[in-house]
Every structure is written in structure tokens, then in C-alpha cells.
């Protein structure tokens, strides 16, 4: 059994920061993808910031130069640091990951963690 648990959001004025963490626990052989996604009110989810393999990542183009995604891989876990943030990145927040167990490959997913910015 894989977990992913996400954490870090909040209330924030326009303009201001939050960081979010989501870490993976389980029978995990190895992880390759992580990244977060949101889905606003009405919204379908949509990509945020991905890690992929090579360490290369993929920003959404309405937050590039305000978010950054990093992975800390001894401890299993994504954070996205968000800064400037703005009214429309009002939304919940869902970390993903791309985990070999033993015996299979799937997607797994966080339970969600909502971001509000009041403007």
C-alpha cells in the first residue's frame, strides 16, 4: 500500500508565499514522477509543476518564475515553494506521483489540500 500525504496550505494575502510538502510512504521500489496539480471551483485539474526524470521539470506557464518544484529523495518527498501569489492560484492542491511497488507501476495521488489567496 502506497500513501501520499500533502500538506503546507492555507489562507494568504495576495502577494505572499506558502510551501507545500507531500511525501510518499509505503512499499515504494522507486519513484519517478512527482508534481502537483490543482483544481479550482468549476475548473478541470490542471498541471502545475512536475519533476520528470533527469531532474528536469514543467511549470504550468501561469506560474513559471513564481513557483518552484524540488524533491528531497531520501525523504520521498515534493514540496512546491509559492511565491507572489495571486487570487486565481485559489484552488486545491494535489501532489502525484509516478511509484514502482514490487510487482507494478501506477499513479498515485494526495488527498488535497486547499489554497486560498484573498486579494
Known amino acids: 500500500q502506497v500513501q501520499l500525504v500533502g500538506s503546507g496550505g492555507g489562507l494568504v494575502q495576495a502577494g505572499g508565499s506558502l510551501r507545500l510538502s507531500c511525501s510518499a510512504s509505503?512499499?515504494?521500489?522507486?519513484?519517478?514522477?512527482m508534481g502537483w496539480y490543482r483544481q479550482a471551483p468549476g475548473k478541470q485539474r490542471e498541471l502545475v509543476a512536475q519533476l520528470i526524470s533527469g531532474g528536469n521539470t514543467n511549470y504550468a506557464d501561469s506560474v513559471k518564475g513564481r513557483f518552484t518544484i524540488s524533491r528531497d529523495n531520501a525523504k520521498n518527498t515534493v514540496y512546491l515553494q509559492m511565491s507572489s501569489l495571486k487570487p486565481d492560484d485559489t484552488a486545491v492542491y494535489y501532489c502525484?506521483?509516478?511509484?514502482?511497488?514490487?510487482?507494478?507501476?501506477?499513479?498515485?495521488w494526495g488527498q488535497g489540500t486547499q489554497v486560498t489567496v484573498s486579494s
Open positions: 509505503g512499499r515504494i521500489s522507486s519513484i519517478n514522477t
Open positions: 502525484n506521483a509516478n511509484i514502482a511497488t514490487y510487482g507494478r507501476i501506477a499513479d498515485y
